[in-house]
DNA sequence: TATACTAAGTGTATAATGAACACTAAGTAT
DNA sequence: ATACTTAGTGTTCATTATACACTTAGTATA
């Protein structure tokens, strides 16, 4: 290998969403070295050998969460030769769903250096990290308008107005109820479970759910 | 940088559409060098140091075209750790438009270690570049279908004729006339020229152009 | 135990959009 | 003068999207 190329130091950094208390959020880190020391930024990690970009991604995500088995999709790739303040680093930007009930870590309990922030509210954050989540956010808000990737945000079972829930937080916009359920319906993606959810002081609700754990694009 | 991170190669692989004789057509380079040598191949080259990917994209786009200013953007990063044979390189892959008369190739003229493949009669090629090129196509024939990014395969100034033949090339089916027509002037992005296309022994058509070269969404 | 409360669940009418379809117009060639 | 070629134009019908309000089935409480 010649030495004009440039052989960079290779990160996945991933944009972590989950909805709670009717927010969007997005998963944070304190960093806890330099540079940026005690900035928050995005959970990541350097590729290590013989990995493929998948692995690091999922490897990250599982050292985080917990959790396996999500949605997730590479968003951009983030190369500018200035990100990074010590030496040259790419990093491959991933962007994954997770549904706040497989979090083992209620809100309460929440760690010194791990935050879950709105997505509207962002704090200062290292390196270009700041620009990264737009931009993981302007895909899943366009994405949820025409597939149902809402699906990784949703619990195994759910109702119909948790689902509806879920997408006005998304696309930040009110539905109406009565075409939200026709549309839903009509792509014949969800299926009856038969189980009610009779919690709280009403009428109980039936519990859906995906008939394929896969997204699927409407129109 | 401890010895257990990768720092691979980093590379710009470019699918540069282009449509001539009513087919859509992709740039292939043949290898000089090993491995795969005499094997067709992406467009492609090393990043260099100081360099960001998409100067790296446009570098190259400029060393195998001649071109400059034509539509570009980023496809998708792939990272397999067996892609390529010798060593680890990772490839961020580009696509980009070009208007078949702005290349100063004629079809008759070509060099013997640069052609125009048909899409859908791609040749062997080296390393994981046709499921690159597929993936390429896919992007280009879902995004023609709700965005005017058709027009970085347009002549400046074109009847609405053959701007209906080129997406009827990429979407691979016919369209009704009078239909296009109204939901194409209906998008607000054409404008009239006043001048007329006189060529041909039948009526003139009017020359349009876009009022912007922006890509645009529709719906 | 009747009444209030809450979210679940349901249908229709109207507007907007998409799809199918055929002839006339304005040139050139013979 | 006639044939030929592509340009250019509207309407009807089907489908889809939107707006909108009341009844149902449970729990809580007076």
Redesign the interface.
């Given at each position: 290998?010649?030495t004009?190329?440039?052989?960079?130091?290779?990160t996945v950094d991933l944009a972590i969403f989950t909805i709670s208390n009717n927010k969007l959020k997005v998963m944070l880190i304190k960093r806890a070295e330099e540079p940026f020391r005690d900035t928050w930024s995005m959970p990541g990690g350097?590729?290590?050998?013989?990995?493929?970009?998948e692995e690091a991604a999922h490897r990250v995500l599982c050292e985080k969460t917990g959790v396996k088995n999500v949605y997730m999709e590479?968003l951009?790739?983030f190369?500018?030769?200035k990100r990074d303040p010590r030496?040259r680093v790419?990093t491959?930007a991933y962007f994954a769903l997770i549904p706040w009930k497989e979090l083992d870590q209620p809100e309460s309990q929440k760690v010194a250096d791990l935050t879950w922030s709105a997505v509207d509210g962002l704090p200062k954050l290292a390196f270009d990290h700041k620009i990264i989540l737009n931009y993981a956010v302007k895909r899943l808000r366009a994405k949820a308008s025409y597939s149902n990737i809402v699906y990784g945000l949703m619990p195994k079972q759910f109702r119909l107005s948790e689902l509806q829930s879920m997408y006005e937080i998304i696309i930040n916009d009110k539905l109406d109820k009565r075409n939200f359920r026709k549309q839903m319906l009509a792509t014949g993606l969800l299926e009856e479970t038969g189980k009610k959810d009779i919690t709280g002081a009403h009428r109980p609700a039936m519990l859906y759910q995906f008939k394929k754990m896969e997204i699927a694009f409407f129109n």
């Open positions: 290998m010649n004009k190329y440039e052989q960079p130091g290779i350097f590729l290590l050998h013989g990995e493929s970009l590479q951009y790739t190369g500018d030769p030496s790419i491959v």
